[in-house]
């Protein structure tokens, strides 16, 4: 929107109570009566309105989308912090606050827009422990593609027009954390994670899954193989207790967030995929906290928006309380990683496949479900029945490995992979190149299997390699890449770089030397190495040659 006409905007938000001498902004859902949603451009506006009538915010953007739309960026504090230098100067605890990443999800965006302007009044004491990063539409695009919600969140109880899931690249943005191909995921890489390093996230959705009682569902990162002390923080207090409040200060039941398999006969509740291309697992890997928050589709609008703010609210209230313990659990997670990956500690083993495990059997409230007489094309096959009843079911809350590698003390990969040593350096993951050769026994995945899928997912026909590790002599020219693991982030380089995990291999990472998706294996890389050698070697050691980082 060109800046003239923000200002009318602006001119014609300033509607809103009056707070210490100041008229505060409404959101679009409040002026509507909750019949619709904000724009990225009226996000924009209530933005500027609540920054210029003083609120304790700074607005930016962190970058901007396929479409050309700006993300905007705002940093809550008080007083004024504009890096992450200052916040730890002033002893912050530096929260993200993320919504409308599947841009139909709209409640998130208008709650997280409601807390800023609390931050302005009743809820400014936050400021004191905490700086609060938001992004607000962190997927502008798809929130502004609206469409009949009948079409883009079918099982949605309104607002009547809502964006759609994916971004102006036509991808969900849920699934690129690992591969980052999307804007919105590389200028939250560089400008959040890498810049900010949060202590907390919170990613906003809303579940349109099994028919529950609850008002929200949650999840701790799930992804086993992150530091264990901030996500067992996360899933063994922070949760527990919220969900007390929730219950005791705004009688708003929620649970872990789960679905069941066969609605008519319920059998167990379980959770989602364990992996990291997804936000918070994501941000579990890095050996941060972090919080999936679904609101229930089922409910209306205005229900969704409220459980969420006072969600929202009771999180940062938390952490505010508990901003030593999540700095020391944190620190003392990088701290671990890092003696692991140099050998100091002993090396774990991480999973490379995983399996649903459980904390016992515990009462879960769900709508009774009925067979749907109508079976014509298109019908669902259940249908609701209105009334809700508590079953005693098996609670599948997180997973654990089926099959596992040690954590080796780095990878090595041929100097023609440059852009994932540039991808990984987004991620800020120390790289090092080898400045002269290097003979060494390493790793070897011999006998290499690849299995592209046949099917399409995220423009990507994902590859499964399997194959034999061998301890091989094998000499690496200069050039050569070296990724170590003794590094705060050593997880996540296993998680992204282990070849037969789930990571940028499984993306199409290394394709070019494979010979690419449906190609041959063929002419593989270090000059001399023979067909079958898989392209990513395992380190047993940092190498005893000359390396540069990569700045
Ligand atoms: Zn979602």
Not at 104 to 119: F, H, Q
Not at 202 to 207: C, E, G, K, Q, S
Not at 522 to 542: C, H, I, Q
Request: net charge negative; glycine share 10%; aromatic share 8%.
């Amino acid at each position: 929107m060109p800046a003239l006409l923000r200002g009318l905007f602006v001119v014609l938000m300033l509607t809103a109570p009056v707070l210490a001498g100041q008229t505060l902004p409404k959101t679009t859902a409040e002026r509507s009566n909750y019949a619709s949603t904000s724009s990225n451009d009226e996000v924009g506006a209530f933005l500027d309105s609540l920054e210029l009538a003083g609120a304790p915010i700074a607005v930016s953007e962190l970058g901007r989308t396929a479409l050309g739309k700006p993300i905007f960026f705002v940093i809550a504090s008080d007083p004024p912090v504009t890096s992450p230098g200052e916040a730890a100067a002033a002893g912050k605890l530096v929260v993200y606050l993320q919504a409308n990443i599947h841009a139909g999800e709209v409640e998130g965006k208008e709650a997280v827009l409601a807390v800023l302007r609390e931050l302005a009044g009743p809820s400014r004491d936050l400021l004191r422990q905490l700086v609060i990063l938001v992004a607000p539409d962190y997927n502008p695009d798809g929130n502004d593609a609206l469409g009949p919600q009948a079409v883009n969140r079918s099982e949605q109880n309104g607002p009547e027009l809502v964006g759609r899931r994916a971004d102006g690249l036509n991808l969900d943005l849920n699934r690129d954390y690992f591969k980052a191909e999307a804007p919105e995921t590389r200028a939250s890489l560089a400008r959040v994670y890498e810049a900010w390093d949060p202590a907390l996230m919170v990613d906003l959705h809303t579940t349109d899954g099994t028919l529950h009682g609850y008002h929200l569902t949650y999840s701790p990162p799930l992804d086993p193989n992150g530091p264990a002390g901030p996500t067992d923080f996360v899933r063994n207090q922070m949760l527990p207790a919220l969900r007390k409040t929730l219950q005791d200060k705004y009688r708003a039941p929620t649970f872990d967030y789960g679905n069941v398999e066969t609605p008519l006969v319920p059998k167990s509740w379980d959770t989602y995929a364990p992996l990291g291309w997804y936000g918070t697992n994501y941000v579990g890997l890095r050996g941060r906290m972090a919080i999936l928050c679904e609101a229930y589709s089922h409910d209306d609008f205005r229900t969704r928006v409220r459980v969420t703010h006072d969600f929202l609210i009771e999180i940062l209230t938390y952490a505010s309380l508990h901003a030593d313990e999540i700095r020391r659990l944190e620190r003392e997670a990088d701290r671990q990683t890092a003696l692991e990956g140099a050998g100091l500690l002993p090396r774990p083993g991480l999973a490379v496949a995983y399996k649903l495990a459980g904390r016992g059997v515990e009462p879960v409230v769900l709508e009774v479900m009925k067979p749907n007489p109508d079976t014509g094309r298109g019908r669902p096959p259940l249908l609701p029945t209105g009334e809700f009843r508590t079953y005693r079911l098996p609670i599948n809350d997180r997973f654990v490995d089926s099959l596992t590698r040690p954590l080796p003390a780095g990878y090595f990969f041929p100097a023609a992979e440059g852009d994932v040593a540039a991808l990984l350096r987004l991620h800020g993951i120390q790289v090092r190149r080898l400045g002269a050769g290097w003979t060494d026994t390493v790793e070897v995945l011999t006998g290499t299997q690849l299995k592209w899928a046949t099917r399409e997912f995220q423009g990507h026909h994902l590859l499964e390699v399997t194959g034999t590790w061998a301890p091989l002599i094998r000499t690496l020219p200069a050039g050569a890449y070296f990724v170590p693991t003794a590094q705060p982030l050593g997880r996540l380089v296993f998680a992204l770089l282990e070849p037969e995990g789930y990571g940028l291999v499984r993306w199409g990472g290394f394709d070019r030397l494979l010979g690419g998706e449906f190609g041959a294996l063929s002419g593989l890389v270090y000059g001399s190495s023979a067909v079958g050698e898989f392209p990513v070697w395992r380190a047993g050691r940092a190498p005893r040659a000359p390396t540069r980082l990569l700045p």
